[in-house]
C-alpha cells in the first residue's frame, strides 16, 4: 500500500506568509513492501478546501521527484491561503490515495503595508532602557472569517490580541543585517478577535536592535530608537475587509519591565503591573499618544527561518549551598533560555536569579567567564499571592542559578528552566556501547540547541553571542545531521550576502558589528561552504542560485588579495584558533596562516567551480576550475617540499592539504601516514584548533585509519573530546581546557563553556561510524558504510532527510558475528558497503541472493561487497570475523564539506 504523506512547502508545515511567487513543496511517501520508487506524481493546488477552485493540476507526471518542487500554476495572490495535495505511482503503476490536505499563506505584497511607525513618547532621559508598552482599541460590528496580524519592531515585541499571545514564538522579529534586511511576522488571529470591542497590546525592548553588543558596553548598533509595525487585516463574512494599524490614534506608557537587556537580563517591577492594559475597556489615565517616527517599508522580509520558541522545559536537579554560603540551583545540564519561577512574598520583596555556567573548583558560583555580561534577573514582588515570571526580552546561557529572596527550601518545587532557541525540527540521533561518547553526542546537540538562536552564535553567555562565521562553517554538517538546518541558514545566509563588502570581504560576524572586522580565510570561507553543504545535504538548487552572487564575490575578493594572485599571503587571519600547537600565551596555532588561507582558497574556489556546474554557468565553471588548479599548483610550489612533503609539519598542515586534495596523489599516502605518526606520537592526541578539528577524523579515515580515529574520538585524557566529559560537561567547551585538571580555568576573558566548533567531530560520529552518507544532493542515492570497530560493541545513527528515515547501526554479537541494521527510505536508493564476503551475509538465514530489496551485488578481492538496496528495513548478518575498518574509505565518502 502506497501512501503520500508530510507535506511541506519551503520546509515547513502549513506555514502563513510565504513569500516567493514559486514556493517549493516536499513528500514523503510511505509503503509497506520494499524496492519503492516513484515513478510519477500529481499535484492539485486549489483556493479552497474541496479543491474546487484550481490554481494548478499538474495532472500525472512521469517523475521520481518529490522534493522541492516549485509551483508553476497561476500567480499567487498575496495574503491568500493555498490548499495542497499531492498523489504518487510506484514503479508497477499503483497509485496512492490522495494525501491528507496541507496548505500554504502568502504574504503581504510590499505594497499593501500602510501602517505607520510608532515609537513610545513617555520615556524619560533615566527611564531609556525601560520597556515600551503600546496599546489600542477598535470595534468589531460583524462575523469574523480570517485574520491575519503582521507585526515587526526596532527592537524585540511581544504582541497581544485581547490580553493573549497569538503563539508561543518568541525574540521576534528575530537578528538580522536590520539596515538591509527586517524580518516581520504573520499570526492567525481569527480565533482571538470577538464581536465588539478588542484590544492590541505591545512591549518592545532593546533586543539586538538598540542593545548593548559585543564588548566595551557599545549599543545602538543598528538605531537608538525602538519602535514598532503593525497591521492586522481583518475578513467579515460579507467579504468586505478592514485594516487595523499602528498610527497615531495608539497610547503609549512605561510598565513593570524596566530594565530588559540580552547580555545582562531583566528587571521587572511586579508593582507597576497594570492589570488588563492589553485587554478592552482599560482606562490608562497616565497613558499618552505614540509618536510617528520616519522610517520607510524597505528591507521587510517575511519570517524565513523556524521561530524561536521554549522548545523544552527542565525541572533542577539539586539545591547546592556553597562555601560561600550562596543558595544554587543546580539545573544539571548547560542550557540557554531562562527559569520561570513561581514566588509568594509580600509586597517590594526584590528575588534575584544570576546566572552562570560552572562552579568553581571549591563549589562556589563563578561568573569571571562572563565578562561584563551580568546575566542577571531582579524581581520585585507586587504581594498578595502567588506570582509567576518569566523573562521577556533576554535570555541566559547557565547552568546554575544564584538565588537570593525566595525561601531555599521552595526553590525545586518553584522553578522550572526553559530552554529556549530556533524551533528547528530534529533529524538525527546516535548512540553507541560506549556511555561517554553517547555523552559527547548529547554535547554537541547541547551546544548546537544554545548557540542557534536565530543566528549561529558562538557562545550563549558572555557578552559576545555573536554570528561568527567561521564556527558556523566548521560545524554546518554537523548541524544538518541534527536539526534540520535549511531554514535557518537560508536566513542566515542571505545576512551573509546582505553584509558583504563591496569588494567580496566577509564580515568575521554576521550580522555585521562595525569593528569586528572583515575578511578571514576560513571564516568568510562561510559564503562558499555553507550554501554548497546545504545544497547537498537537502537537494537545495535554490540556495545555490540565491547566493552565488555572494559565494563568486567572496572567491573573487580573495584572488584580489595574495602578493601573487593564486597565493593569499596578506592580511589578517584567525588561522587554526585555539590550536594546542602555537605559543602557550597565544590564540594562534602553529600552522602558518598564509598555508591556511591559501588552502581555503582552493577549496572555495574548487565549490565554486563545482556551484557554477549545478547552475549551469559553463563558463564561470570552467574558469574557476582553472582558477583551483593554479590555487593547487601555487600551494605545492610554496608549502610542500621538492620530495612531496608537507612543510609545515603540523596537524592541521597535513589534514587541510589531504581534506582538499592538495597534495600530489602519490604523495597523499605517505603524508596521511605521517599524520597518523604525528596523532600517535603525541599520545593518541590532537593538537588541532578551530580549522584542523573538523577534518582531523574525516582524513584519517578516508586514508585508512578509521581505527586510530576511533582512539582519537575515545581518548578520556587531555587533550581530547572525552576529557570535557570526564570533568562534567555537559556542552561542548570553547577550549580544550576550558577546566584544567587541577579543577582551575583556563581564563576568564575568553572561556566559554558552551561553544559548539569542536562538535564538528559529530559529522564523523554519523558518516564514518554509523557510516550514513549521500551519494547524490539531499540523500536520494544513499551510501551506508558504517565503520566496525573492536573498541565498541555497538553504533546506531537514525537521520530523517527529505524523503524519510534512514538508519543505519551495527551490533557484534557474542559469536564474533555482526549484526547490520539499515533503513533506506521510499524512493531512493542506497548502496551499503559491508565488511564480509557476499556468502557470509544473510538476513534471516536466506542469502543476499534470495533477499528481497537486494537489486546489485558485487565483490572485490578484499571481501567488501557492495549491495544496492531499495528502499526497506533491513537485518543482514555477517559471519566473516574479518572486519575491514582500516580500509581506505571511497573518494566520494569523504571528500564533501
Known amino acids: 500500500m502506497l501512501s503520500v504523506y508530510d507535506l511541506t512547502c519551503e520546509y515547513r508545515r502549513n506555514p502563513i506568509a510565504i513569500e516567493q511567487q514559486q514556493p ?91 501602517a505607520a511607525w510608532i515609537s513610545s513618547s513617555c520615556r524619560q532621559a533615566e527611564e531609556a532602557e525601560a520597556c515600551d508598552y503600546m ?115 495608539w497610547q503609549c506608557s512605561n510598565g513593570a519591565l524596566q530594565r530588559s537587556e540580552l547580555y545582562h537580563g531583566e528587571l521587572y517591577d511586579a508593582r507597576l503591573e497594570e492589570t488588563g492594559w492589553s485587554e478592552p475597556d482599560f482606562r490608562g489615565e497616565q497613558w499618552q499618544a505614540v509618536r510617528i517616527i520616519d522610517r520607510e517599508y524597505e528591507g521587510l522580509v517575511a519570517q524565513e527561518s523556524d521561530p524561536m520558541r521554549i522548545v523544552q522545559e527542565l525541572q533542577p536537579l539539586q539545591l547546592l549551598t556553597s562555601p560561600r554560603g550562596e543558595t544554587i540551583v543546580d539545573m544539571g545540564q548547560n542550557m540557554v533560555g531562562w527559569i520561570r519561577f513561581t514566588a509568594q512574598q509580600e509586597a517590594g520583596a526584590i528575588i534575584e536569579l544570576q546566572h552562570a555556567e560552572v562552579l568553581d573548583r571549591d563549589g562556589n558560583f563563578y561568573t569571571g567567564n562572563l565578562r561584563t555580561a551580568s546575566q542577571t534577573v531582579t524581581y520585585i514582588c507586587k504581594g498578595g499571592g502567588e506570582e509567576t515570571y518569566e523573562p521577556f526580552f533576554s535570555f541566559q546561557g547557565f547552568r546554575y542559578v544564584k538565588v537570593t529572596g525566595m525561601p531555599a527550601e521552595e526553590l525545586l518545587e518553584r522553578m522550572t528552566g526553559c530552554v529556549v532557541h530556533t524551533d528547528m525540527e530534529p533529524t538525527g540521533s546516535f548512540q553507541c556501547s560506549d556511555h561517554m561518547l553517547n555523552q559527547l553526542q548529547r554535547n554537541i546537540v547541547w551546544g548546537q540547541k544554545g548557540n542557534f538562536v536565530d543566528v549561529p552564535t558562538d557562545c550563549p553567555q558572555r557578552d559576545e553571542r555573536l554570528g561568527w562565521t567561521g564556527d558556523a562553517q566548521v560545524f554546518i554538517r554537523t548541524a544538518a545531521f541534527q536539526f534540520n538546518v535549511a531554514p535557518f541558514f537560508t536566513k542566515w545566509l542571505k545576512d551573509v550576502g546582505a553584509d558583504q563588502q563591496s569588494d567580496g570581504a566577509v564580515p568575521h560576524v554576521v550580522p555585521d558589528i562595525p569593528g569586528v572586522g572583515y575578511g578571514s580565510s576560513a571564516w568568510g570561507d562561510a559564503a562558499v561552504i555553507c550554501p554548497w553543504t546545504i545544497y547537498e545535504c537537502y537537494g537545495d538548487r535554490r540556495i545555490l542560485e540565491s547566493q552565488y552572487n555572494s559565494m563568486r564575490a567572496w572567491v573573487d575578493y580573495i584572488r584580489a588579495q595574495g602578493e601573487q594572485e593564486y597565493l593569499w599571503n596578506t592580511g589578517f587571519h584567525f588561522g587554526d584558533w585555539l590550536a594546542l600547537d602555537g605559543k602557550a600565551d597565544s590564540s594562534f596555532g602553529a600552522t602558518p596562516n598564509d598555508l591556511i588561507a591559501t588552502a581555503f582558497y582552493a577549496y572555495s574556489a574548487d565549490l565554486l567551480a563545482k556551484t557554477a556546474e549545478v547552475l549551469g554557468k559553463s563558463d564561470d565553471a570552467e574558469a574557476y576550475r582553472e582558477l583551483n588548479g593554479r590555487v593547487v599548483h601555487a600551494f605545492r610550489a610554496e608549502f610542500v617540499t621538492p620530495s612531496g612533503r608537507v612543510a609545515s609539519q603540523t596537524q592541521t598542515a597535513y589534514v587541510l592539504a589531504l581534506m582538499f586534495d592538495l597534495l600530489e596523489e602519490r604523495d597523499r599516502p605517505r603524508t596521511a601516514a605521517m599524520l597518523a605518526e604525528h596523532v600517535r606520537a603525541s599520545g593518541t592526541h590532537l593538537t588541532t584548533g578551530f580549522v584542523g578539528t573538523p577534518y582531523l577524523c574525516l582524513v584519517l579515515s578516508r586514508f585508512g585509519y578509521t581505527e586510530l580515529a576511533y582512539e582519537l574520538v575515545l581518548q578520556k585524557e587531555y587533550p581530547s573530546w572525552l576529557y570535557s566529559v570526564s570533568k562534567g560537561a555537559t556542552t561542548i567547551w570553547e577550549h580544550w581546557d576550558s577546566i584544567k585538571p587541577d579543577g582551575s580555568f583556563w581564563s576568564d576573558e575568553m572561556n566559554s563553556f558552551n561553544h559548539y566548533a569542536y562538535g564538528s567531530v559529530g559529522e564523523w560520529l554519523y558518516r564514518i561510524a554509523a557510516g550514513i552518507n549521500l551519494k547524490q544532493p539531499g540523500y536520494k542515492s544513499i551510501q551506508l558504510q558504517p565503520h566496525i570497530s573492536g573498541q565498541l560493541s555497538y553504533v546506531k545513527a537514525e537521520l530523517k532527510s527529505m524523503y524519510g528515515d534512514i538508519v543505519s547501526g551495527w551490533r557484534r554479537d557474542d559469536d564474533g558475528a555482526i549484526q547490520l541494521e539499515v533503513t533506506v527510505p521510499a524512493n531512493t536508493t542506497a548502496e551499503v558497503v559491508v565488511p564480509a564476503g557476499r556468502r557470509d551475509i544473510t538476513e534471516h538465514g536466506t542469502g543476499i541472493d534470495g533477499i528481497e530489496g537486494v537489486l546489485e551485488v558485487s565483490e572485490d578481492a578484499k571481501r567488501v561487497t557492495r549491495l544496492k538496496l531499495g528502499s526497506g528495513t533491513y537485518c543482514l548478518k555477517l559471519s566473516a570475523s574479518r572486519e575491514h575498518c582500516d580500509e581506505a574509505m571511497p573518494e566520494a565518502a569523504i571528500r564533501m564539506p
Not at 521520481?64 to 491568500?80: F, Q, T
Not at 538580522?176 to 488571529?189: E, I, K, M, P
Request: contains cysteine.
Open 24 to 114: 517549493r513543496l516536499s513528500w514523503k511517501l510511505r509503503a509497506d513492501t520494499r524496492g519503492v520508487m516513484q515513478s510519477a506524481y500529481r499535484i492539485q493546488v486549489a483556493q479552497d478546501p474541496e479543491f474546487s477552485k484550481l490554481v494548478w493540476d499538474t495532472g500525472r507526471v512521469d517523475s521520481d521527484s518529490s522534493v522541492l518542487v516549485e509551483y508553476g500554476g497561476k500567480p499567487l495572490h498575496s495574503r491568500s491561503r493555498y490548499f495542497y495535495r499531492i498523489q504518487a505511482w510506484d514503479a508497477g503503476g499503483q497509485s496512492s490515495d490522495w494525501s491528507e490536505l496541507a496548505f500554504w499563506e502568502t504574504a503581504l505584497r510590499h505594497d499593501e503595508w500602510q
Open 135 to 249: 496599546r489600542h482599541e477598535f470595534t468589531i460590528g460583524q462575523d469574523v472569517v480570517s485574520a491575519r496580524l503582521y507585526v515587526t519592531a526596532q527592537g524585540l515585541y511581544r504582541i497581544y490580541v485581547n490580553g493573549l499571545t497569538p503563539d508561543d514564538s518568541l525574540l521576534a522579529p528575530g537578528w538580522t543585517s536590520y539596515h538591509h534586511r527586517l524580518q516581520y511576522q504573520a499570526y492567525d488571529v481569527t480565533g482571538l478577535l470577538a464581536s465588539g470591542a478588542n484590544a492590541l497590546g505591545a512591549m518592545v525592548g532593546n533586543g539586538w536592535y538598540k542593545g548593548n553588543l559585543a564588548w566595551e558596553g557599545k549599543r545602538n548598533f543598528y538605531g537608538d530608537e525602538r519602535a514598532l509595525l503593525l497591521q492586522l487585516h481583518i475578513v467579515y463574512a460579507d467579504g468586505s475587509e478592514e485594516v487595523v494599524c499602528s498610527d497615531d490614534t
